[in-house]
């Protein structure tokens, strides 16, 4: 009995046109980024017919304290690698703590060293990190007076008030729920937000940043707190969606997820 032969093929094919690959560079336990971009980018597919498509790369993270964030640091090229393989078109560093916690203006090194590991690779792309998607869009929405949430331990979420702070916008008030495993923080039930923002001390404040973690699911309050508050309203994960858009070259088109996304707010020029 002959045996059927296999034809295999030898050359790529060529990339699907109106689709784009993004990296995505997340922690070992983070189930909350794989979750709410997509959902963004699903709802951007729906009103502009472009597609896109997620790749990821984890480095080891348990827990959220100094150490751990720390160690991760170091895997950063390693992942940028591994993603920068399947050829994307942007990569997201979507940790914002790890970065956070390297001191002030971090994510700008860290960007560079994605950037620069993608590209040994031989596959360059633009970078953004969680941490500077939130300071820049923070910068770029004009707000300079701004309040928020963390799921963090007092200490964390106090290193992430002066790290923003840094960048030269003052947080009046941070609200710190304090879960320490980064499993238990991804259970956490955004339906909660929206009586935890009432609770912030808004006075002043030019816009509210509901979740400023990439692991605290956020997405289902967004546009009720915004509504119900009358501020701009972001998060880790729509900061980090927007700089995407912007590094594609896409206007944001997204429906409930607040203004920043919705495509109608005004903006200053900002450079990515």
Do not use: W
């Not at 955004?190 to 006075?203: F, H, S, T, Y």
């Not at 508050?229 to 088109?253: C, F, S």
């Not at 203004?259 to 020029?269: H, K, M």
Request: with cysteine; aromatic share 2%; hydrophobic share 45%.
């Amino acid at each position: 009995m002959s045996t059927p032969e296999i034809t295999c093929e030898t050359d790529a094919e060529p990339r699907q046109s109106g689709a784009s690959r993004v990296g995505l560079i997340v922690p070992s336990s983070n189930t909350t980024m794989e979750t709410e971009l997509p959902e963004l980018f699903r709802r951007q597919s729906e009103a502009t017919g472009h597609k896109y498509t997620f790749h990821s790369a984890r480095a080891g993270m348990k827990n959220v304290n100094r150490e751990e964030l720390l160690a991760m640091v170091n895997k950063a090229a390693g992942c940028a690698e591994a993603v920068s393989d399947a050829d994307v078109d942007v990569i997201a560093y979507a940790c914002l703590v790890a970065v956070m916690a390297q001191g002030p203006g971090a994510h700008a090194g860290s960007e560079e060293v994605i950037a620069a590991a993608a590209a040994g690779n031989g596959h360059p792309a633009p970078v953004t990190s969680s941490a500077g998607a939130l300071v820049r869009t923070l910068h770029e929405l004009g707000a300079r007076k701004v309040a928020m949430i963390t799921p963090y331990m007092k200490p964390l979420t106090r290193m992430v008030v002066d790290y923003i702070e840094a960048a030269g916008i003052s947080v009046l008030d941070a609200t710190s729920l304090e879960v320490a495993d980064n499993l238990a923080v991804g259970c956490l039930d955004p339906q909660n937000l929206p009586g935890i923002a009432r609770n912030l001390k808004l006075e002043g404040a030019e816009a509210i940043v509901l979740s400023a973690c990439v692991q605290m699911p956020s997405l289902p309050a967004v546009q009720a707190v915004e509504d119900e508050l009358g501020l701009p309203v972001i998060t880790a994960a729509t900061a980090t969606t927007y700089e995407i858009l912007k590094a594609l070259g896409h206007t944001p088109t997204i429906t409930g997820a607040g203004s920043l996304l919705s495509g109608t707010r005004t903006r200053t020029d900002a450079t990515f």
